[in-house]
């Protein structure tokens, strides 16, 4: 089968410290996993810099930039207008050697993509990675991005994922949350198919080393994107778990972890409620360091329902550490309450301290839940299942 995945940005085996959800990784990922199993696959990505080549080959994967407006990296509002010369110069290239299917990463590559397919007869599939529209359980929004929207281009974001999401052949929702709020939109349920995120289970595995940690039990936390986090839950619970810490990883580089207002205002509810001692920011965090600081922790915490935190909480699992997440949240297909971690409801950090007091009074039964997310991050969540999945969805749509 030969197949196109357009992305707004992806790089040939795409490193990922600018990468902070692992979006360019997951699809670059994805494209060396679907060639490993036999197909023609070329990546079309927007030439983002000078330094990138027209074209390059890494991994049985061809890589082609396309020249679209400025040979920079570009936000929304300037990245919108050139969607057009983008759309066209995929068209002319697939005029000249058309594939079998199109599968677009992001609602602005969508609407390129369509634009290139439109009379061709070849099917589009749509991977969004994250929405704008709220979800229908829960306000699961990618809050980074439309943080730094305004209210009109949230607005416009939000129109067209529904276009994108209605007029595409078959969506890939990351999850079934997702797929509540595809739904909500008025996309027919038999047009969705649920492909999670694939997780590398080389890499983050319980074998190998782990950051180093004092005598204290960890909560392990990612920086949050926005206001909207649940993290406070997180820090009250811990005022009555004296004997644990928790480290929050990611965010800005070190140095400017004190400029950040978000964080900042985490610092200072630790401060309020007597935990300031033990609550640490990582800062800015490499990709290679991740599994690391996954394995040094007992529990990954995500409990916030309204905040993805993309393959972070499945990176966890796959490394042998069961997770803490909201039931009803983004994390819930992943997690089996009471087998591979626990599920609570956001905002009570009473009931949240309860149930981290009793997996952390209990060895056993945490090595237990550790191990079982290990042996589900693999059955589920392996790139060659992940990768066998989206091809036969890709088979149904042409």
């Not at 393959?311 to 997770?323: D, K, N, Q, R, S």
Request: charged share 20%; net charge positive; glycine share 10%.
């Amino acid at each position: 089968m030969r197949i196109a995945l357009v992305t707004g940005y992806v790089t040939a085996g795409s490193a990922t410290d600018n990468d902070p959800r692992g979006q360019a990784v997951r699809v670059a990922t994805l494209a060396s996993t679907l060639a490993s199993l036999g197909h023609q696959v070329t990546v079309y990505a927007r030439k983002d810099s000078p330094a990138r080549p027209a074209a390059e080959d890494a991994g049985g994967v061809r890589f082609e930039y396309v020249p679209a407006g400025p040979a920079a990296a570009l936000t929304q509002d300037r990245l919108l207008p050139q969607l057009g010369t983008f759309s066209n110069e995929l068209a002319r290239r697939w005029q000249q050697s058309p594939p079998d299917i199109v599968h677009a990463h992001f609602w602005t590559s969508g609407l390129a993509a369509l634009g290139a397919a439109r009379g061709t007869g070849v099917p589009v599939i749509q991977t969004f990675h994250t929405l704008g529209a709220p979800r229908k359980s829960v306000m699961s929004v990618d809050q980074a991005v439309l943080a730094s929207q305004t209210a009109e281009q949230a607005v416009v974001r939000t129109r067209m994922e529904r276009l994108v999401a209605k007029t595409v052949h078959t969506v890939l929702a990351d999850s079934s949350a997702e797929l509540d709020t595809l739904t909500g939109l008025g996309v027919p349920r038999t047009a969705i198919t649920v492909v999670p995120p694939g997780v590398d289970t080389t890499t983050f595995g319980p074998a190998g080393p782990a950051a180093r940690r004092g005598k204290r039990r960890r909560l392990l936390a990612a920086a949050p994107g926005s206001a909207e986090h649940g993290l406070e839950t997180v820090i009250q619970a811990l005022a009555t778990l004296p004997g644990a810490e928790l480290m929050i990883a990611g965010g800005p580089p070190r140095a400017e972890i004190r400029t950040d207002p978000i964080l900042q205002d985490l610092a200072r509810l630790a401060d309020r409620a007597g935990v300031s001692d033990r609550v640490m920011f990582t800062g800015k965090v490499t990709r290679a360091r991740i599994p690391a600081l996954l394995r040094s922790a007992d529990l990954f915490v995500h409990v916030a329902g309204d905040e993805a935190t993309g393959i972070l909480p499945v990176e966890a699992m796959a490394c042998g550490t069961a997770v803490v997440a909201a039931a009803g949240g983004a994390d819930r297909d992943a997690v089996v309450d009471g087998a591979t971690g626990v599920l609570v409801q956001p905002g009570d950090a009473k009931a949240l301290a309860r149930r981290i007091r009793q997996l952390l009074a209990s060895p056993m039964l945490l090595e237990g839940l550790g191990i079982a997310a290990a042996d589900r991050a693999r059955s589920r969540y392996s790139w060659d299942r992940i990768g066998k999945e989206t091809v036969a969805a890709y088979q149904r749509a042409a």
